[in-house]
């Protein structure tokens, strides 16, 4: 059994141990010096790639993996893309050390560490312009802020191209996107029925003056739309058109109505001849 002395990690394989005393956790919990490198990958002169490290054997593996494994998330990243497509290995890429500086991890957390890395690294992908760098390296965020970032800002640059492709899709998909909005607010009705009526119950109670003053002011709005009378098809009174089907429910207008006539049934006469 191997047992590190630092942060109690245990194991029964040796080549795991030794891959937990390269991590940076392990090194910063030691107060180690950490060396750091800035890498590029070449070909045929042209630089492809810059990146960082303090373990260049574990980067160098983890991206020959990713590159050529589909079921990594960065299977579809701009330089594993670039080597496939043009049918390159690692082997055939130059691996270069542009770079070499120490950081002392006992004056540092490791998130200010990596900052500092990053900006080692952003000052040579600023200098040499890789062809395959996506990303800026100095943001200090972690993932998912940097791409909700990243989004705003791809968002703000091309402000005018992706509100003319969304009122573009939305004008030839006008009854697709009709139906799945309303396919959405039914499904989502019935899944939260009690709350929606608990909390429109609860807005009418919070609201009541309100709403009273909007129904008064309207009805002195539209007056004269409101009251206005029309004669009742059955009885000929004039009645105001919203209590038009109350009205001809009631015995005030079926009174006035004529009376059903009555089905003439016509009886046939058979003769019979003796």
């Known amino acids: 059994m191997h047992k590190c ?8 394989d040796k080549r795991n141990f030794e891959k937990h005393n390269k991590t940076i956790e392990h090194r ?10 800035v890498y590029g990958f070449y070909h045929n002169e042209i630089i492809l790639y810059i990146g960082s490290s303090h373990d ?7 991206h020959k993996i990713r590159c050529f494994n589909v079921n990594f998330k960065d299977y579809n990243f701009k330089f594993y893309k670039y080597i496939r497509d043009k049918n390159l290995t690692f082997d055939i890429l130059e691996h270069k050390i542009l770079h070499t500086f120490t950081i002392d991890s006992k004056c540092k ?7 500092e ?23 200090g965020l972690n993932i998912k802020d940097y791409h909700k970032q990243y989004s705003k800002q791809q968002y703000q640059d091309n402000k005018d191209e992706i509100k003319q492709k969304h009122k573009q899709y939305r004008s030839d ?25 608990q909390k429109q119950k609860q807005w009418y109670q919070d609201n009541q003056p309100e709403i009273k ?12 739309e409101i009251n206005k009378k029309i004669n009742c098809n059955l009885c000929k009174k004039p009645i105001c058109e919203r209590g038009m089907k109350r009205h001809q ?15 003439i049934i016509k009886k046939k006469v058979i003769i019979i001849k003796k």
């Open 5 to 12: 002395e630092v942060c109690n990690f245990e194991t029964k």
């Open 28 to 37: 910063i919990k030691n107060k180690e010096i950490i060396k750091f490198i």
């Open 56 to 62: 260049s054997e574990r980067r160098l593996l983890e």
């Open 109 to 115: 957390t490791k998130k200010e560490m990596l900052k």
């Open 117 to 139: 890395v990053h900006i080692q690294e952003q000052k040579f992908i600023d200098m040499l312009k890789p062809l395959c760098n996506q990303h800026k390296a100095n943001t």
């Open 173 to 197: 998909n006008k009854d697709k996107i009709k139906q799945q909005k309303k396919q959405y607010c039914k499904q989502r009705y019935q899944d939260n029925k009690d709350e929606i009526k």
């Open 213 to 224: 003053q909007q129904k008064k002011q309207y009805y002195e709005d539209n007056k004269d």
């Open 249 to 263: 429910k009631g015995t005030n207008c079926k009174q006035k109505q004529p009376p059903p006539q009555q089905p």
